[in-house]
């Protein structure tokens, strides 16, 4: 590990060097177009350095690293080699410039070498096989027979070199056969370079881990670039006349390659590279067809007027555009289901379940099921958020937890309804767009949940309210049976009695009616008492009014705000025990704390606010006088809040619908 570490460094401290060694070249021969070619070379392969610098240091344990280094050493060596060669022509007497421009005739092969290399080892740094060895050696023993068969071939250097002597010079016999044997090298030289890039097609083929296979993609992305640089080229020749496009290409291959390699080795998954793929081919089948539309409207153009004609040709592209543009999205579909058939697969679910929801022949809960057979995950999970619930709940309305696992929110009409919640494939970007594609069928899942919820909710609040009845039913039987008929039965017996013995002077007839009277009064008072549990007489001058009474017997103070008099019976009533209620639970519970009470009407609606300043904690428990009071505010068609953090007091918040 630390051997391959301090080659790349090495390496990477080399081509610094040369670097500088070319800025220095470039200044002594004061050629601009020389200067300029090796800026744009030194551009293009110190990002190759710098991030190959970076796999290496973070991955020490692969030969990547080292050999993204050599990608950009190369390209810089290269471009000083022509500053070297322009500085040495004008000094043919050195003894150094006959061997290096002997040496230098061959050199351009050793460029694509480092690249081969690269692509032989990827991702892990090892060969796919033994067998592959064979490769290695071609792609280093083959330019080292070029380059020295080039060295002695008895022609004269390349520019600038052409007038410095050869160092060596061959027997004439032997010429044809070093020939023949360069000749025979380049297409060897071509089949490795062949078979180093058939060496990512068989790992991928091979692969079976999904991590494997994105780095594969990642690389092949990088390489895309290449194509992209033909296109340039064809189209700088149509619509300049000249390569100079190409130039943009050569720049972006040379960043897009050694950028795709560090993030495949690094982080693999930063992008979906499925659906970067099937852009990237997309837009470039679209953009060969409008050069190719281009170029033929260009030439028919011409053979019509005898000569180019740039805006008829424009002309009929913009056409041709246009009427590609309704056959792009058939093309991006045919394009994903062979680059990226998970998105594919996902859309395509999608709208076959919308469509048979429609037809009636499959529930919308079904979303799940769908997606995990699409996208080949069988722990995804999809989840619903109901209103006023911080959480997510599942099709059943069961409480569903992501845990640690991405979550993709649904939103629509900008709020957020539910979640795609990745199991164990998928990326970021696909369920991102799973997850918008399937807001309809979530919405109307989450509908009906509510709706469900609901129901149950109004049927269990209707036994409740049932029960609630009977039980009030008894208490007043019982509260009758014991209190004031048990009164008014004696009286009658008292007065009976009274009665049989008036005419014998044993009763005395004052103390009789005076008792009678007491417990007529008696009986009179139990009997408001439980008028006032049925309806409070205080509501006869308004709510208000009736809410002041029972603040005033309050044992806490009672801050009161209520202006709303002109309300129908049902609805004060209603808003009457739940104040009622609200303060007997915050004297209870809240100790001496102090209690707020707001009652308030707007459009049509009719707010109770009960606050107060205690420990909080408190719940809607089944059977307790806060779930009594829900029940009696939903039967009203109006809702209850409650609010009652621990620490933070607690406020009982309901809205009562009103008609008037």
């Known amino acids: ?262 993030i495949a080795v690094l982080r693999h998954d930063l992008y979906d590279i499925d659906r970067a793929i099937s852009t990237a081919v997309s837009y470039g089948l679209v953009t060969t067809v409008l050069l190719g539309f281009y170029t033929a409207a260009s030439f028919v153009a011409g053979l019509g007027a005898g000569r180019t004609s740039p805006a008829v040709a424009a002309a009929a592209t913009a056409v041709c555009a246009a009427a590609l543009s309704p056959l792009r999205s058939r093309l991006q579909r045919r394009v994903d289901g062979r680059f990226y058939p998970a998105r594919q697969a996902a859309l395509t679910a999608i709208e076959g379940l919308r469509v048979r929801t429609h037809a009636g022949q499959d529930r919308p809960e079904q979303l799940e099921q769908a997606l995990r057979e699409a996208l080949r995950d069988p722990l995804l999970r999809v989840g619903y958020r109901l209103p006023g619930a911080s959480g997510l709940v599942d099709a059943a309305g069961a409480a569903l937890d992501p845990g640690e696992a991405y979550v993709a929110p649904v939103r629509l009409g900008g709020h957020d309804i539910g979640a795609i919640v990745r199991g164990g494939t998928g990326s970021r970007e696909l369920l991102r767009e799973v997850a918008s594609a399937c807001a309809l069928l979530v919405e109307v899942v989450r509908l009906r949940i509510e709706v469900s919820r609901a129901l149950d909710e109004a049927e269990a609040s209707r036994t409740r309210l049932l029960h609630a009845g009977y039980e009030e039913r008894r208490r007043l039987e019982r509260d009758l049976h014991d209190g004031a008929q048990q009164r008014l039965v004696s009286l009658g017996m008292a007065i009976r009695l009274a009665q049989r013995h008036l005419a014998d002077g044993t009763v005395d007839v004052d103390d009789l009616l005076d008792r009678s009277v007491r417990q007529l009064a008696s009986a009179v008072a139990e009997l408001r008492q439980i008028a006032h549990g049925l309806r409070p007489s205080s509501l006869d001058d308004g709510l208000g009014n009736a809410l002041a009474v029972l603040a005033g017997r309050a044992p806490v103070p009672v801050r009161l705000e209520a202006a709303v008099d002109d309300l129908p019976e049902d609805v004060a009533m209603t808003a009457y025990y739940v104040v009622s209620e609200a303060m007997t639970n915050a004297v209870k519970h809240a100790g001496q704390a102090a209690i707020a009470v707001r009652v308030h009407r707007v459009a049509g609606r009719v707010t109770v606010r009960i606050g107060d300043d205690g420990p909080g904690g408190a719940t809607l428990r089944p059977g307790a006088g806060l779930a009594g009071l829900a029940d009696r505010v939903e039967a009203a068609g109006g809702t209850l809040r409650l609010t009652s953090p621990a620490g933070g007091g607690t406020v009982v918040e309901a809205v009562l619908p009103c008609a008037w």
């Open 1 to 262: 590990m630390a051997t391959r570490r301090l080659s790349a460094t090495a390496a990477a401290v080399l081509t610094c060097l040369l670097a500088v060694a070319g800025v220095v070249l470039a200044v002594l021969t004061g050629d601009a177009g020389a200067a300029a070619a090796f800026a744009i070379g030194a551009a293009f392969g110190l990002p190759s350095v710098v991030l190959g610098m970076l796999v290496a240091v973070r991955r020490p344990d692969s030969a990547v690293g080292l050999l993204l280094v050599l990608v950009g050493a190369t390209t810089v060596w290269l471009t000083v080699s022509d500053l070297s060669a322009l500085a040495l022509a004008r000094r043919p007497g050195l003894a150094v410039s006959s061997w290096y421009a002997a040496l230098s005739q061959g050199d351009w092969m050793f460029l694509y070498v480092p690249a081969a290399l690269l692509m032989l080892v990827f991702p892990d740094g090892r060969l796919p096989g033994r067998r592959w060895r064979w490769a290695v050696a071609g792609l280093l023993v083959v330019p080292t027979l070029f380059t020295l068969i080039a060295a002695v071939d008895p022609g004269p250097f390349r520019q600038p070199l052409e007038s410095i002597p050869r160092p060596l010079r061959l027997s004439e016999p032997y010429v044809p056969v070093l020939g023949a044997v360069a000749l025979f090298l380049l297409p060897v030289f071509l089949g490795l370079l062949t078979a180093s890039a058939a060496a990512v097609v068989v790992r991928y083929r091979r692969a079976t881990d999904e991590v494997r296979r994105a780095q594969l993609k990642w690389f092949a992305l990088g390489a895309a670039f290449l194509p992209l640089t033909l296109l340039l080229c064809w189209a700088g020749y149509l619509l300049l006349g000249g390569p100079e496009l190409a130039v943009v290409g050569l720049a972006a291959t040379a960043l897009a390659i050694p950028v795709a390699t560090t």
